[in-house]
Structure formats: structure tokens, C-alpha cells
């Protein structure tokens, strides 16, 4: 797989430049693949955000060996709870579930300190040119690269009832501010009508 991660890393830099490679030493970090990293990419004229993408999700062998993804976050400044946060989004995938387009996860904590976002909407890289979403490493093999975007508990409940694409247009509709960590939901929450005991 060391193939794969080469390219992949190539692929990364053909896109958003330079990088510095973060590992967790901490948690269950030895059930991921030992090449397991993260890359930080630094804001440049084009692009105003911090890139933190994961490097070897890929690889996994379980419990989807078919399941090539790999995933990256914005963020408005540079932030090392996101090597964090996405080892873990790796280590869910490799040991728990496999991801994929439109899947939803809880992060188990805000975002930001004061953040309604607590999940993650795995979603297309919209804000990047369509060539950043498909790595080719081989003929019959392909890496999906996914934008992960913070969200509000709301928005995955909407997610899930409406769909990816209502929640996708709801963004659009209503110029999400996605490097804002305290915006707010783009939904709100039905509040349930609760009727006495008799």
C-alpha cells in the first residue's frame, strides 16, 4: 500500500500544496495502519481555510475492503484537535462502519468550545476543482476523497428524514458559512408537543 499512499500524497500536493504529516499518539492509533497520518495544509492566496486531510483511511482492509475513502476538513485557523477528530472518523472506519458519500458522524463533542456542530456530513468536494474527489491509483482501483463538514445535530436529524440532496441545497439556499464554527443550523429543530398526563 506504501503505492498507494505515495500517490496519494502526490495527488494531495497537486492540489493544495505543501504539507506537514501529524500522528496521534494516543487511543487506539495501533489498529490503524502504521503509514496513518494526517496532513495539514497551510491557507495560500486561492484557498483562505486550513486543510487537514486524513492519508491511509484508505487502506483499510475491514470490514469494507471495497470502501476506498479518504476525508479532509476546512478550518478557519490551525487546529490540532482535527488530527484528532479525523484519526478517530479513520479508526471508525476501519473497525465499526464504512463510509461513504452522504453518511453522517458524531464527533462526541462541539467543533469549537460553544459550537452547535457536532457531527460531520461526509460530503463532495464542491469548493474544489472535481479532480481533488477521485484519486486513480490503479485501473481497477480508485480512492474517493470526501469533504467532511461540520454540522448541527438538526441538520443530520434533516439529513437523514429528507436526504442528502434537500440538506445539500438547504446549504445553498442559505450561503452556509462553513468555516464559521458558531453559525447557525440551517434547520431548525420541530419542538414536540408535549400533552399532560391524564
Known sequence: MADLLTGLREHYRAHWGEFTEHTLGKGPVHE???????????????REAWTY????????SAPCEHQR????????HEDESLVELLTIIAWFHANREALGLGHTVNFGRPWHAGSQCDHGLLSLPHLDRPSVGLFGWQPEVSVQVLWLIPITM?????????????LEDRFEQTGLHYLDPFRDSVVSRRRRRWWPRR
Open 32 to 46: 490503524l495502519q502504521s503509514e496513518f497520518a494526517v496532513l495539514r495544509f497551510a491557507p495560500r492566496e486561492d
Open 53 to 60: 486531510a486524513t492519508c491511509g483511511m484508505a487502506q483499510t
Open 69 to 76: 475513502v479518504e476525508v479532509f476538513v476546512l478550518a478557519p
Open 154 to 166: 438538526a441538520e443530520r436529524d434533516f439529513k437523514i428524514a429528507e436526504g442528502l440532496d434537500a
